[in-house]
Structures are given as structure tokens and as C-alpha cells.
């Protein structure tokens, strides 16, 4: 039977050692699915609300209390529901919680128990993750990453300003090329900074953390490292940036932006502006022909996304789960960007898990791009190691996808 028998949740750990949620459902017949829920560190005003308690216990961030709402209220509601209706199973959540931004019960508990749903429905129906999602059976493609190489920010303890410097394998054929052309990069990265007598210690995810002068600095140690890979940088391998203004000291301006992809092969930049400069990201979008990727911006959130389309502020939306806290408004808001010509990024949380989800919600959705950190970290490596298993499954039938 696919009806819910029990959820259960409980208090795990994070990728930096923070505590988070994990749910378990547990249908009629005994399938089990289960699901860690992620955190960032940069998080934006309009995220939905991540439930702590507040205690000293840990220090403000235990989440006992998400747990309690799993173990009583939420699984009350849900017993002897039918997971395979996810729209019905999301449906119970946003009411039983009666807030907008799901601050009553918290955003970290319904995706918990929404996502960890999905896992026994496509158990239960015998399909893979990826499979049960793309219910309409359309041709699937992989995902390009967006493989951090170095970090700043709110993610490293260094001076760098932008948070994230990214490569993308632009020039690979398949995913598995992806990993190698990224591999190649970050060891001769590694090896230059080695050289130079610079820390090779990681940030929060994965990439390198050094003590550089300036951003222009860590460009162009990477664009050495491309070309030192025996590829053109630009065009087999791309630079990609995640600015994270909303953390800066000092914002950016757009002729900053327009100065540095002139200078630099830089095809994408998330988060140029902070989440309520509309004006600047839509100058930015109407004057520089690269990939504009609003985060904190739009917050997989369908009513931004909304606003941003309108505007043409950006013209890409990374997506988070946890920033809207159900599967199934993610796969809305999924189809409204794509309904509109807008690129979609799966990505991750700094603070991140085992769990491997977004591998499969990537390929599922055929989604251009994926951002799950560096070739280091086993949380980040997990969902890496995934795709490469689902890239095997497909076969011949997976390309690439358009970026």
C-alpha cells in the first residue's frame, strides 16, 4: 500500500556541524524514504523561515522544537494519506502550517517530510528519484556544474569579497567529461598555490579558501589554472561568479560588472545586487549578454520570479527547495521560469548533507546547470557521485543540456 503508516523526525548535523532536520516516512507495505534538509549561510530576507529554537543548549540552533511539529503534528495529519499524490501530501503541509512564508511549523520540517514523501512514493513505484519526478517520460539531459574552486565571502575566513569563484566545463560532451576537465582545473590550481606557498585549506564548500590580494587576484590564479589544463579559457572552460551582494560591505555597481566580463571570460553572475536593487538587475540584464542568475533575488519563489520576468531583472533562477519549503512549489516555480525563457541551477546549501536530491531533481527537470560545491567535502562529492550513477542508468540517451 502507498499510504503513510508513520513520519518520524529527528535532530542530525550538518556539513559545518550545525544541527538540522531529517524526516522519515514510513509507508503500509514498509518502504522507507528519508531526507536531510540543508541551511545556508547567506540566506536571503525572503526565504521561507527556517525553524530554531532558542536555548543554549546549541546555542540557539538545535531544532527540537521543527522535530516536535514532524512527530505530532505533521505526522497526525499525514496518517494513512497516499504518498503518490505529492501535490495533495504538500497541499496538507502549507495549510496545517497557515503561514506564507511557513514560520509556524517551519520551512526545515515540511521540506523535510516533503521530500523524504517523494523518496517512498518513487520507492514504492519502483523508480528512481529523477524517474518518478519526470512523470511525462520527456528526454532527459545532464546538467553542466558550476564547480567552486575558490571561496570568499560569508563561506571563507579571507579577504576575498565575491563568495563564490566558479568554473563550468563549457566544451565537455557529457557529464563525465565534466568531471574530468574540473578535476584537471582544480589540481593545477592546487599545484600554482602550492607553488606560490598559498593555503590550500577549504571553505564551506569545498573550494580553495587562500589569502589572496583581491577578487582579480583569485580570477586570474584560475584562469592560469585553465589554461595550465590545456584548455582556453572562455570557451572549453568558463569563469562563473557568485557576488552574494547582499553580504557585501560596499555594493557593487553595474559598470563594475561590465568592467569585469571585459576583462575576464566570465559567463554568469548570481547575485550581482542585493535583493531589492530591481533597477540595477534589470540595467545589468538589458546590457551584458551573460548569464544573470537570481538567488536572494527570487528565492524559488514564484511571486518574485514573477516580478523579475516582468522586469527582465536576470535572466536564470537558482533554485533552492528549502527557500520555499515544498517539492511541489518547486517544481512550479521550475516550470514557471522555463514557461518564460528563464535557465534553472539546482543548488545546494553551505551547510549541506549526504542527502542527494538535487542530483536527481537536476535531471529530472532538465535543468541547464548544477551547483553543489567542489570536488572535495563528501556532501558535495555525494551529489557528483550520483549523477555520474545516473548518467550511467540513462545510457546513450542523456546529452547535455543548453547553456
Known amino acids: 500500500m502507498s499510504k503513510i503508516k508513520s513520519v518520524k523526525g529527528r ?11 531529517e524526516a522519515e516516512i514510513i509507508l503500509q507495505d514498509e518502504t522507507i524514504g528519508t531526507s536531510i534538509v540543508p541551511s545556508g549561510a547567506s540566506t536571503g530576507r525572503y526565504e521561507a523561515h527556517e525553524l530554531r529554537d532558542k536555548n543554549n543548549d546549541y546555542l540557539n540552533k538545535s531544532v527540537f522544537d521543527a522535530v516536535k511539529n514532524i512527530n ?9 494519506k497516499d504518498s503518490t499524490n505529492q501535490s495533495e501530501i504538500d497541499k496538507i503541509l502549507i495549510n496545517l502550517d497557515g503561514t ?24 514504492f513505484s519502483r523508480k528512481e528519484i529523477y524517474e518518478y519526478i519526470n512523470n511525462e517520460n520527456k528526454p532527459l539531459c545532464m546538467p553542466y556544474p558550476l564547480m567552486n574552486i575558490v571561496n570568499g565571502g560569508a563561506h571563507a575566513n579571507n579577504s576575498l569579497e565575491i563568495q563564490e569563484f566558479m568554473i563550468r566545463p563549457d566544451g565537455a560532451k557529457n557529464f563525465k567529461e565534466c568531471m574530468q576537465m574540473s578535476f584537471l582545473v582544480i589540481q ?3 599545484k600554482d598555490l602550492e607553488r606560490k606557498k598559498i593555503s590550500t585549506s577549504v571553505g ?17 590564479n584560475i584562469i592560469s589554472s585553465i589554461s595550465a589544463s590545456g584548455f582556453k579559457p572562455g570557451k572549453d572552460v568558463s569563469i562563473c561568479l557568485d557576488v552574494a551582494a547582499n553580504e557585501l560591505k560596499v555594493p ?30 534589470k540595467s545589468l540584464t538589458e546590457k551584458i549578454k551573460v548569464q544573470i542568475v537570481g538567488d536572494d533575488l527570487f528565492v524559488t519563489n514564484k511571486k518574485r520570479l514573477n516580478k523579475g520576468i516582468k522586469e527582465k531583472s536576470a535572466n536564470t533562477i537558482l ?19 522555463k514557461d518564460n525563457n528563464f535557465k534553472t541551477i539546482i543548488s545546494h546549501r553551505s551547510g549541506d548533507s549526504e542527502d542527494t536530491f538535487i542530483a536527481d531533481l537536476a535531471v529530472a527537470t532538465n535543468s541547464s546547470q548544477i551547483k553543489t560545491g567542489s570536488l572535495a567535502r563528501s556532501e558535495r562529492v555525494a551529489k557528483y557521485n550520483r549523477l555520474l550513477r545516473i548518467e550511467e542508468k540513462l545510457g546513450n540517451q542523456p546529452k547535455m543540456a543548453k547553456i
Open 100 to 123: 506564507e512564508n511557513k514560520s509556524n511549523l517551519g520551512a526545515n520540517s515540511i521540506l523535510a517530510v516533503s521530500i523524504a514523501n517523494l523518496k517512498a512514493a518513487a520507492k
Open 11 to 21: 535532530q542530525v548535523f550538518d556539513s559545518r556541524g550545525n544541527p538540522t532536520v
Open 188 to 190: 593545477n590550481l592546487k
Open 252 to 281: 557593487k555597481n553595474v559598470q563594475y560588472f561590465l568592467n569585469l566580463v571585459k576583462k575576464y571570460p566570465i559567463k554568469s553572475i548570481e547575485d550581482p545586487f542585493s535583493e531589492d536593487d530591481w533597477d540595477n538587475w
Open 319 to 337: 533554485i533552492k527547495p528549502n527557500q520555499i519549503g515544498t517539492v511541489s512549489e518547486t517544481l512550479e516555480t521550475i516550470k514557471l521560469a
Open 204 to 220: 564551506d564548500e569545498g573550494g580553495f579558501a587562500p589569502s589572496l590580494k583581491s577578487d582579480e587576484e583569485a580570477i586570474e
Open 72 to 80: 505530532n503534528k505533521i505526522s497526525k495529519a499525514l496518517q494513512n
